[in-house]
């Protein structure tokens, strides 16, 4: 059994909502409420829900990015959280993140050898033809050609281009990547050839994943365990099989009942989810999906659910599986 | 059966600019039935949004222009006819909807004048009676408290609200046509989930045709009759929709269902298709998937397939279903 590399226990970010004649804080928005899970080293663990489910702040929180209003982080033994921000820079060496859009991410006044270098020289490694030598390295790994190293950002694709943002968090040699939406920018066919390329480094390169999508079946198919989330939490968190196979969650269930399957002989139940996702500046009481819940009880509109194992590490929150 | 609503053929158009003609949408011909919904599947590129844009005249020019083929609009050609008439056309018999609801509706106006606008412009009908039109439009398409939100704005609708409206607006004057380009890809799964759903709906109960403009295979399966599959301009593969995502022939359409990662199945490494969406204008001779497809031969890079019928209602542009 493989160790635990990052241990995140109830993690949260709240942002102030400022109002008023004095501009005080009438009220917060929790982006992130109570989050708690684990990663294993050189597992994926997806993260998957719609937009405003606090996703991507958990990624972002855990690099500190983004400074949690509380939680604990431990990545590698070490307690993240009560670093100093140049013992976290450090940290950083060995957590790196792999953002969304590959237009936005990249620095267009710099050529890729400066953009892929420049992790080197933050933490001082190595001499100028070493650091030079390891970008045409780098290159090749992700599928490029070191001739590329002279060229600038807006002379690539949109993969290449995620390739290179690829590239610039292998640099460091990290354990642990955080990977925000890596492929939701990029066109089907460039897609897998990037999901190809990142099963193919954590292989030669023992990386851990923390991959982050809105994309149940891109999630599905590099995941080894998912976290579901809604409205800032976590509603369920089990194996990528059983997931798929035995969602327990109803929000899950939905989730996965709503993703249009390109197969026309494909047999599904077919849930359709009444209204939006509330405002994580007013959640609703009790368990927060409660207000789009089938199988909504009195118990349900109160009482906030445990998350708790219903079995086999299958983590759920939810009444209904209270046994 | 054979009612035609649209008739595109041999459409091309071009967009002149410093780098040259690019010949973003060549030679493409689309037929859409009466209630049909006729999908545009492709990549960034490949053209689907030019086509759709050309139907609307809407295509900015400079630098953009039609320079040969027709659309026929049940049996008029949208090509040839003035700018007047096409402003009859546009909103009252072929309607579209976009892909990002915010930018296209105007933030100063309410939901209820922008409704109500193109009541009004194509019916004569009074203030009181498109407000009562716009009202009864967001409830066709679920819209709750239409009463009230008949008077607010675009912002303080969620986006999948928004999109609801952009429907109720192109659904208000009952066209015959309605362009739908990447109506959900802006939107969560949930909220899509909905949409599509309403769309299916519309269709059924109003009979319009529907031409629909997506990259997601998991959407066209869902609401389409016939699929269309571009690429770099062409269209490379035609037929029903399952023809298609079952049987397909070119090894484009091929590729691409083997590059989708399935939800239910195993998590084998996916195909990918080799290289990069090539960029309009960079254009060779031969097959324009040739420098792509794992099956060229001499001839593929030499000269152009024609879309051949190669089944029931089933064409391909491919050199091997010869």
Known sequence: ?323 | MSHPVLQIENLQTHFFTDRGQIPAVDGVTITVQKGEVVGIVGESGCGKSVTSLSVMKLVPNPPGRIVGGSIKFKGEDLVSVDEKRMRDIRGNEIAMIFQEPMTSLNPVFTIGDQIGESVRLHTKASKKDARARAIEMLKKVGIPRAEAIVDEYPHQLSGGMRQRVMIAMAMACNPELLIADEPTTALDVTIQAQILDLMRQLNREADTAILLITHDLGVVAEMCHRVVVMYAGNVIEQGDVRTILKNPKHPYTIGLLNSLPKLEGSQERLYSIPGNVPIPGSLTVGCRFAPRCDKVSDRCRSEMPELKVVGDNHLSRCWLTE
């Open chain 1, 1 to 323: 059994m493989a160790e635990d590399l990052l241990i995140v226990k109830n993690l949260k970010k709240y942002y102030p909502i400022t109002g008023g004649v004095l501009g005080g804080e009438v009220g917060v928005v929790k982006a992130v409420d109570d989050v708690s899970f684990t990663v294993k080293s050189g597992e994926t663990l997806g993260l998957v829900g719609e937009s405003g489910c606090g996703k991507s702040t958990t990624g972002r929180s855990l690099l500190r990015l983004i400074e949690p209003t509380s939680g604990e982080i431990t990545f590698d033994g070490t307690n993240v959280m009560s670093l100093s921000t140049d013992a976290m820079r450090k940290m950083r060496r060995d957590m790196q993140i792999v953002f969304q859009d590959p237009f936005a991410s990249l620095n267009p006044r710099h050529n890729i050898e400066k953009i892929l270098e420049e992790p080197l020289i933050v933490h001082g490694l190595g001499s100028s033809a070493e650091r030079k030598k390891r970008v045409q390295e780098m290159l090749e790994i992700v599928g490029l050609s070191s001739y590329h190293a002279s060229r600038y950002p807006h002379q690539f694709s949109g993969g290449q281009r995620q390739r290179i943002g690829i590239a610039r968090a292998l640099m460091l040699k990290p354990k642990l990547i955080v990977a925000d939406e890596p492929v939701s920018a990029l066109d089907v066919s460039i897609q897998s050839q990037v999901l190809n390329l990142m099963q193919d480094l954590q292989r030669e390169f023992g990386l851990t994943y923390l991959f982050i999508a809105h994309d149940l079946s891109v999630v599905r198919h590099i995941s080894d365990r998912v976290g579901v989330m809604y409205l800032g939490r976590i509603v369920e968190l089990t194996t990528s099989s059983q997931l798929y196979s035995n969602p327990l969650h109803p929000y899950t269930k939905a989730l996965l009942s709503a993703v249009p399957s390109p197969d026309p002989d494909a047999v599904r139940e077919r849930v359709i989810l009444q209204g939006d996702v509330p405002s994580p500046a007013k959640p609703p009481s009790g368990c927060t999906f409660h207000t789009r819940c089938p199988h909504v009880t009195e118990e349900c509109r109160t009482v906030r659910p445990e998350f708790m194992d219903a079995g086999d590490g299958h983590f759920v929150a939810c009444h209904l599986y209270k046994s």
